[in-house]
RNA sequence: GGGAACAUAGCUCAGCUGGGAGAGCGGCGCCCUUACAAGGCGUAGGUCACAGGUUCGAUCCCUGUUGUUCCCACCA
């Protein structure tokens, strides 16, 4: 075992021992309870970013805990085809070489999609290795492989069988760039400067408008029913300006009398709620724009202008015939397309549709039965949901209730093809599992599948049942669905998280994809900023392993997983992490050091012939039940950091059950550095050196305790913790080459905790940092070791340990000599009060300072408490207990208050 | 326009059903005591954003204000 903690060293080696041995594969079945998690497939485009670091750490720990519990543990990884990311990756590689996906044609190009997703789909996984992410890799799925396409083929013909999917013409909205229809949620508002054009429209009729080039398409002006100044023309037709199409004036209640001029021109060709009102009334809708975003054959003089040239040209033309009033800077928000960040507009179109009322109704009921359930209630039904953090309620059930339908499909040629074939004679569409050679209706044999593909997120939202086999009966689906837990970020709430449940809900009887939806936050640099490649603020998590280790990292991401907030991730935070494992390492040094493990200054492994003590005293046991039988004729420190431990065993699992996993992190770390390493390895020295009948006990003790809090702390930072406990002896129920991973977790034991050893020791350890705070304030030089007695009985029993952790020469009982010398200087302790012979030792006006400080505090206290009692109103409505534990305290302070008075005057009397 | 979250020590954040505010880092002082200087010991630092209200008592519950962030909708 080398000097120092060098994550560098140990890593990997351990990474490949566990993957090739196996131990992160799940049974399809088992009779251990299941658990199980699908990760949220990362895109086969990606490399790994912080926010699946986070992810991939939350589920780890949720995963390697479950799996230490004795659960037949699934982490069903796998990555996801990501039409139009991908495709655009691809494309732009062609383009280097001058090509482009139209000359190659679908087939060559998809071809070209699979070969570059066959060298560089591997990358993300393997940079999740990196982490020590522990799913089973030998599941590991693709979201167009061969299984999940029949599943996702499966699902389009049955919701179209049940009238749940059709074909329509509708207003969607379509990326110029990207060619293709996007869901609403692909559009993103984005605000943006433009301007406000006022247009004489007809006589008497001023419109402001965004989008002059739109009135090539306007088919009604609309006006409020109720509003004076148009009721007369309500009805006539105006001419289009330029166009000179004749539209009629109608009236709608959508119109605002109070914006603009109150009237409204209507393209229900390019507006979504202008559509509304056409269909509302009827009206002609005319596009006026091709899929590449020029002007078509509707736009009669502008044909072939794009979007842009239109507006200047139309702007132009208008201020020609004087019929542009005036133009004001105007601030508005446009929908700009998800992956490429251009202006989409709406358009009339042919696509394919899932309907959503039917699913959103069963989805929210699912989530309002879990949020009245409690978790462990949750655990035991299939048809109920809970989100974490539950503020996300509200915002999934005002999202559901307002939805609409799903536009799916999408003209790109990389992903599932829609299985749908138009006949070319009769132009039916014959929707099937099989691929059609001919038409159903008229059985002809011309026939052409459908060239859209589903959008990503159809195939995604099967994914946690389709990895598992559905739509087969697998074993493996029966026994991990419903999935434990959906770990993933809240941005994919909507895209993602809600379309499984619709669907998961859907395609497998009323049962939900997952039992507990956890919704992390955002990671982002250290002054909260998104991260970006533009903004040049990237943390690599490659980096940080690199220079940190793996589980500094994920100790990171952990301890500051608190819900709901975002994360601002510093390298700082990462590095205090990183000296956390380094301090667990050296304690784990110090222990196999005092089991006689040391060879030329460097630890190595005990072998069990070697440690004789433990051998010798267990007889052969293995240390839990040797502890738990023992523990009653244990030294009370031995007890206490016994009870320490149950009791941070309690608090670790509580944080890892309600996931609030920051706390179980905080847990650890604060038993570690402050129980463990500042108190008890401390304790165990003067143990050790001075109680030679409690070698053996404590040498046990020291070893036991470190190694379950391994184990408690292993799902966290497996790596440390895993290489430590391979350089721990071998002994009964630990052979060579066991894996810490594999090991059973800790389980709290109600009769290993002490109160009377808690009490004990929180004495003691009130009374040493006394002493260390007396010596410190003083100066009194370190090397010094005064002599020091003692008043009360509280303190007997740790007179070796308080002398040893104070630096004391002696501690004895005051016999009343020092106590009336003249130069004693006291120390009041809360349980006993210290007597040191200070001549030649204190500066007297500094201790008179710190004697005078500490009275201001005891008056402080005193007239606080003095004040609460004499409320009346307090003394009677107050709960008794509380009332009676006040006078306690102030009773208390006026003692020490006595005691200071006294110390204050002999000080004086010093310096005089 | 509607909704949500957040505002606590110089910085980053805990504070889980109201009873005298905590951690890590940073600061300051002393110490290289053989597990660890990536360390030890001690210490300073906060009218818990502001204003009201409920209560014997509010960082915590309610209302409002200010500031930051996010989500939804998009009045052309």
């Not at 109720?226 to 004749?246: A, C, F, I, N, S």
């Not at 949020?371 to 999202?399: G, N």
């Not at 440690?611 to 240390?623: C, D």
């Not at 020091?788 to 016999?815: M, P």
């Amino acid at each position: 075992m080398h000097k120092s903690y060098d994550p560098n060293q140990f890593e990997s080696r351990l990474y490949q021992w566990w993957e090739s041995a196996g131990f992160f594969r799940a049974a399809d079945t088992s009779s251990k309870p299941a658990f199980s998690i699908a990760l949220p497939p990362p895109n086969v485009t990606g490399v790994l970013h912080n926010g699946h670091a986070l992810g991939t750490t939350l589920q780890d720990v949720l995963v390697r805990w479950k799996r230490m519990k004795g659960y037949n543990t699934l982490w069903m990884p796998g990555t996801d085809h990501a039409g139009i990311a991908t495709q655009m990756v691809v494309e732009r590689e062609l383009a280097k070489e001058k090509k482009s996906r139209h000359e190659l044609g679908r087939k060559a190009f998809i071809e070209t999609i699979w070969k570059w997703k066959e060298k560089h789909g591997a990358i993300i996984v393997q940079q999740m290795r990196k982490l020590g992410a522990s799913p089973d890799w030998e599941r590991e799925r693709f979201t167009m492989d061969e299984g999940l396409s029949k599943a996702v083929r499966e699902v389009f013909v049955r919701l179209y069988e049940e009238n749940l999917i059709y074909r329509g013409l509708r207003l969607i909205n379509w990326c110029h760039r990207c060619q293709t229809a996007l869901s609403d949620l692909e559009v993103v508002p984005t605000d943006k400067k433009g301007h406000f054009y006022h247009i004489q429209y007809a006589p008497g009729i001023v419109i402001a408008t965004t989008r002059p080039e739109t009135l090539l398409g306007d088919t009604a002006v609309a006006v409020h029913p109720e509003d004076d100044r148009y009721t007369k023309m309500v009805g006539k037709k105006v001419k289009v300006p330029l166009v000179g199409r004749l539209i009629p004036v109608i009236a709608d209640a959508y119109v605002d009398k109070e914006f603009g001029s109150g009237a409204l021109k209507v393209t229900p060709g390019h507006d979504f709620n202008d559509y509304e009102i056409g269909v509302r009334h009827n009206l002609a809708t005319i596009s006026v724009f091709d899929t590449k975003g020029k002007v078509n054959e509707n736009g009669g003089a502008y044909l072939g202008l794009s979007v842009a040239e239109a507006r200047e040209k139309v702007v132009a033309d208008l201020k020609d015939q004087g019929l542009l009033i005036k133009v004001e800077e105007h601030a508005h928000s446009v929908g700009v397309c998800q992956r490429c960040e251009r202006v989409v507009e709406p358009m009339l179109s042919h696509q394919w549709f899932m309907k959503m009322k039917p699913f959103a109704e069963k989805a929210i009921s699912a989530v309002k039965k879990g949020e009245s359930l409690s978790l462990q209630d949750l655990e035991k039904r299939d048809d109920a949901i809970k989100i974490l953090p539950e503020t996300w309620h509200a915002t999934y059930y005002h999202w559901m209730e307002n939805i609409r339908d799903w536009c799916v499909s999408r003209q790109l040629w990389w992903g599932h093809q829609i299985p749908a074939w138009h006949c070319k004679k009769c132009a039916h569409i014959t929707v099937s599992r099989s691929d059609v050679t001919q038409c159903g209706q008229c059985g002809s044999s011309e026939v052409e599948q459908d060239s859209d593909v589903l959008d990503t997120w159809f195939s995604s939202g099967l994914w946690p049942f389709s990895t598992l086999g559905w739509p087969e009966k697998t074993p493996a689906l029966k026994t991990f669905y419903p999935t434990s837990v959906m770990e993933t970020g809240f941005d994919i709430l909507f895209f993602w998280v809600a379309r499984m449940i619709m669907m998961g809900l859907h395609l497998n009887d009323g049962k939900v994809p997952f039992k507990r939806v956890y919704l992390h936050a955002m990671v982002r640099d250290e002054k909260g900023q998104k991260m970006s490649k533009t903004k040049g603020n990237v943390i690599d998590p490659l980096d940080i392993i690199r220079d940190y280790g793996a589980d500094a990292f994920r100790f990171t991401l952990t301890a500051m997983a608190g819900q709901g907030r975002d994360i601002k991730l510093s390298l700082d935070r990462i590095e205090g992490y990183k000296t956390f494992c380094n301090k667990l390492w050296n304690a784990s040094r110090y222990v196999l050091m005092r089991l006689g493990a040391v060879q030329d200054g460097d630890v190595s492994r005990v072998e069990a012939a070697d440690f004789a003590t433990v051998a010798g005293v267990t007889g052969g046991k293995p240390l839990t039940d040797w502890v738990q039988e023992s523990f009653s004729k244990m030294h009370p420190v031995n007890r206490w950091i016994l009870s320490r431990l149950q009791h941070t065993t309690i608090a670790v699992e509580k944080g890892l059950e309600e996931y609030r996993l920051n706390d179980a992190a905080s847990e650890i770390y604060h038993f570690v550095w402050n129980d463990y390493c500042d108190w008890y390895i401390e304790f165990s020295k003067e143990l050790l050196a001075s109680h030679p009948e409690r070698v053996a006990e404590t040498q046990i003790c020291l070893l036991h305790v470190l190694e379950q809090t391994l184990a408690l702390a292993h799902p966290l930072i497996p790596f440390v913790t895993e290489e430590i406990y391979s350089y721990l002896p071998l002994r009964t129920g630990v052979k060579k080459g066991d894996a810490l991973m594999l090991k059973t977790f800790p389980t709290a034991v109600a009769a290993l905790i002490d109160e009377t050893a808690l009490r004990d020791i929180a004495v003691w350890q009130e009374a040493i940092t006394a002493l260390r705070a007396f010596r410190g304030e003083n100066n009194i030089p370190p090397k010094a070791r005064p002599a020091v007695t003692f008043e009360g009985n509280e303190v007997e029993k740790g007179i070796g340990f308080i002398r040893a952790l104070a630096q004391l020469d002696s501690l004895t009982r005051e016999t009343g000599a020092l106590k009336k010398n003249p130069t004693t200087g006291q120390i009041l302790a809360k349980h006993a009060t210290f007597f040191v012979q200070l001549e030649g030792l204190v500066d007297f006006s500094g201790e008179l300072k710190r004697l005078e400080k500490e009275r201001s505090q005891i008056v402080a206290d005193i007239e606080f408490v003095q004040q609460k009692l004499s409320k009346e109103s307090f003394t009677a409505k107050a709960p008794p207990a509380l009332v009676q534990k006040e006078r306690e305290k102030l009773l208390g302070y006026q003692t020490q208050l006595e005691n200071i008075d006294l110390t204050i005057k002999k000080t004086k009397a010093l310096i005089k």
